[in-house]
């Protein structure tokens, strides 16, 4: 089946230690979204690619960067993460912009020690 | 600017009762509407969605919902609650220029025995 994988589930880093979360696609869509979910709160947008070209929300922190060398992948990488960065990482695609379908992968769980 | 509000962060239903978990939005262009459910350490899974056309939106697991573009609402609605209802509940509208999805903040199902 055509699906948003993320790996790992769970991902524990230690304080300030550079961590990469992956995101991969078998959909072919052109846009990847990275989405933050912290405990009880609605997930957030960090950024999106639409095919190559990077969008990145005005509030997300610089420590936050992505790449995406394909378009079946999409990393994030924290550069130091801070215990306030413990939160589930949430990939999704769609179509192009406009269109109404966006699946999400099962997200990653990120703890921060 | 495009937001939503979800009234009501918990809601709690006998089994086999009505679920009603609402949703209005602020729009200035025709909104495409979305239900998402969360369940504990998972992605977001489309329940149904609204783009254009008939306006009672049926989705899976037996949930439906009306957009009343007059009263800016979109509320989801089950006739019978089940046990695996039970988990979280997102409403989301998406900027139709960039397909990303802005959240409300969750409404916590809870089903009662």
Wanted: glycine residues 6%; aromatic residues 12%.
């Amino acid at each position: 089946d055509a699906m948003v994988i993320q790996n790992p589930r769970y991902q524990v880093t230690q304080f300030g230690k550079p961590v990469t979360l992956s995101c991969s696609q078998t959909l072919n869509h052109n846009v990847m979204y990275w989405y933050q979910q912290k405990s009880s709160q609605a997930p957030k947008l960090l950024f999106h690619y639409y095919d190559k070209d990077f969008n990145n929300e005005a509030d997300t922190p610089d420590n936050f960067q992505s790449r995406r060398p394909n378009t079946s992948f999409c990393f994030l990488d924290i550069r130091s993460p801070g215990l306030g960065d413990a939160a589930m990482y949430l990939c999704a695609t769609s179509r192009p912009p406009g269109s109404a379908s966006v699946t999400f992968g099962s997200g990653t769980r990120l703890t921060v020690v | 600017a495009q937001s939503v509000t979800q009234l009501g962060s918990h809601v709690s239903v006998s089994e086999g009762a009505l679920v009603l978990l609402r949703c209005n939005y602020s729009s200035s262009v025709p909104p495409y509407l979305f239900w998402y459910v969360q369940y504990p350490n998972q992605g977001l899974q489309l329940l149904l969605k609204y783009t254009t056309g008939a306006t009672l939106v049926k989705g899976i697991n037996g949930f439906e919902a009306e957009f009343k573009k007059s009263e800016t609402s979109f509320h989801l609605t089950k006739p019978s609650a089940h046990m695996s209802d039970a988990a979280e509940y997102f409403c989301a509208v998406s900027e139709s220029n960039t397909g990303k999805l802005i959240f409300g903040q969750g409404t916590t199902l809870q089903v009662k025995p």
